[in-house]
């Protein structure tokens, strides 16, 4: 049977299981369609806990690296066709995230007569660290005032690009030097820089359903673009290939808005794709906030050949309010940045770079993640817990709820989406369908939990049984 | 230190270092201003002789990527800017503007080499409100922490809005609704998203000389523009109604760079041209410092007809680096902005709108222009008294000089103006020629005395004499 030493690993068991898993799968040692053995057999003879298999099993599984069969078990799926193998090199040492929702578009809802919004992307009041910002503040304001009043340069002070850099590595393994970061007044403002700096003779692709807002802004700028479809491994990179497109836009860690993880075949696929003059966007808007498991490697740190570009945001892990996101480029397009794009002045304020950099560099950021993702599992778990002990257990079905902050309720009720949604609001409940996002499927609701109070959930699901039932 | 490997590079030492270092400059990794190792100790560090080192730097120096200062050592060049264009003879056109400042990758910039930069807008520490701004700031992130996290509307929260129309009504003569003001981050930002307001198929006017920076967006967005001369009374209107533009963008208060202010006539044969579906654009960008007489009616406070758009900015009146800028829409293209563009979040954070917002309602904002206008008018002041009562009296002429933050000396030198230019810039003094910004005029330089300290005009000017006589 399949065995490996745990000696001298300082990860958890589960982790260090995974990835000798996946490093046996990468290299070819286990070959595709291999049967794994059982979790209890495994357990037993590596001398851990069936968790432990469990754990890594679930892991492998979510990213793509195995498949299950029911009452069967688990196999070794088949990653590379053999010339994406060759092309993008097996680095797989490193890991994502993401980070989107829904953004309110005039922000001047009243919120005060809705029950619930599971539409919204604030950042709840009770989340922010407060009394930490402030004194970094206080302490910026006071210590730092030649570098407050110094100009940054337009991708930003090297003290946040050099923090967030710094944060990439230790967390996200992705490994870059702080000039090919770029900060920017949130991923919007990122994205038509972006297209300043692509050009505009580019045919973008966008994931259907998917992030509404880039089409959008594509749109406005007058850019063109084509959807192309997601399936239940994320986008359709054959369907991409039969198109012109030479730019695509992805969310791989978390598709927007299904939630689905892209497994690791079709990412290779996808950076198969990216020949010369083809550029992979890769928004990674909330994989800090994946909920079970590890995070999901990203596919910058999986790319050995400049084509793909990174994005993130603070917007969803910090406050919504707080207009910080970046960009990691690759080092061609961040040198054709610094000559064509640099004479823009950065769009973020000195004031909360400085603060932003000393939250991350003193542990703060990363302390703060933590306790948000413990208390929004606490919270999927509450919502979860309320939707299968109440009479919608019978009548819905809940996609997707490993990552991020939301997941996919799909109902079974006569109402058509407009309908329902209709009736929610007029009951105070706001939610979006996702037929919203461009999905043919009827019946799928986006639930963002994050900003709904727990003592609200309870009721918030009751009105919507009460008005399915 | 500085440092390289030399292994395994194929080419002589010189020219691999030279290629190191230059790859660095162009990549923003060793920013402007930034001082090189002395030769010898740089050679002993990296192990080679100091001939190898030598040559690298010559070389590097007649490539123009460094510079030196007598007994100063090696300096590196600002490769992006002006500088180095006119040195290759390039034009000028595609570069800077009021609010161009010496940019570093790593803000390691040394201002301390340089005597006196009369190009830098950077806002000078003792000129900041430190303890006013961190006193709000704290209050702010005591009291309202629920409006801190409730996302604030595309155009800006409600308090800045109103805080700023209540402003302009009190001080500009501008009578506006909030709903007509959109807040953002940086004036060049605003107008990324008011060329998406106006449409594509659009004829952009500009002023020649004038905001060079305007240019360069409108030639990266890929809109047409084109120059419309500046005569004594500011930009020519009769050329303008020969061309075939449709939207102008001027400086009437204070032109940008010749410091013309525009006068009533011209006004209005200015608001004359603007018939239906022609915009102007007025950048009201220092109005706030005229030193001298009574401040000058805005375009738009004279406009009856809703053509002109306003354009204002927090960077030049509190500090260059907290980026806040807005702009007032006639009603009709404000309707047109909410349907069209209201989908994009807001760029500045609602922490540093809403401690804004309290600073201008309470009086402080107010407070600090007086107090910064009396400042500037001192040191304006100064300056003038040491052209006036030293050698540079007869062999130069003050132009402009009542309002904003800089004013124009005509020398008379046998110099060309790259000539001067360069051998200032070698005695420590940074300065540009109007004729950078697209004017034909030779011998004339913009004096941007405000962050220059005062005890450094006095042999500042007396360096500029000894050059020139």
Known sequence: ????????????????LYKCIRDDILSGTLPADYKLPSKRSFAKNLSVSTITVENAYNQLLSEG?????????????????????AKSGTKMNNFQDKSYVSQSDSGEVDHAVLTADFTSNNTSTDSFPFTTWAKLTRR?????????????????????????????????????????IIIGAGTEYLYTILMQLLGSNRLYATENPGYQKLSRILDTVGLSHIDIPVDSQGLNVEELKQSSANIVHVTPSHH?????????????ELLNWAEPDRYI????????????????????????????????????TLASTIRIS?????????EQYYKKLSFYSCTVSNFEQLTLACFINEGFFEKHINRM????????????????SGPLADISEILEADAGLHFILKLNTKYKDNELTDK??????????????????EHAFLINYSTVPEDKMEEAIRIISDIIT
């Open 326 to 334: 970046y960009m990691v480029l690759p080092e061609q397009l961040a």
């Open 1 to 16: 049977m399949l065995t490996y030493s745990f000696e001298g690993t300082k990860e958890s068991l589960y982790e260090h």
């Open 65 to 85: 690296f195995i498949y299950s069969l029911p009452r069967r078990g688990f196999y070794v799926s088949e990653i590379f066709s053999e010339t994406s193998l």
């Open 281 to 316: 966007i890769e928004d990674d808007y909330d994989s800090e906030f994946r909920l079970s498991g590890r995070p999901i490697p990203s596919l910058f740190s999986m790319d050995m050949s400049g084509k793909v570009i990174y994005m993130n945001t603070f917007t969803k």
């Open 140 to 180: 910026v304001l006071s210590d730092s005032r030649e570098r407050l009043m110094t100009n940054s340069p337009s991708n930003g002070t090297i003290e946040l690009r050099s923090a967030i850099a710094e944060y990439l590595s230790e967390f996200r393994g992705i490994h870059t030097s702080p000039k090919n």
């Open 373 to 388: 993702r413990t208390a929004y599992r606490k919270k999927r778990d509450h919502i979860l817990n309320i939707i299968k």
């Open 424 to 441: 929610l609001l007029n009951r105070g409940i706001k939610i979006y369908p996702l037929s919203y996002y461009g999905n043919n499927e």
């Open 256 to 268: 927007f808005p299904t939630g689905i993880t892209m497994p690791v075949r079709r990412r290779y």
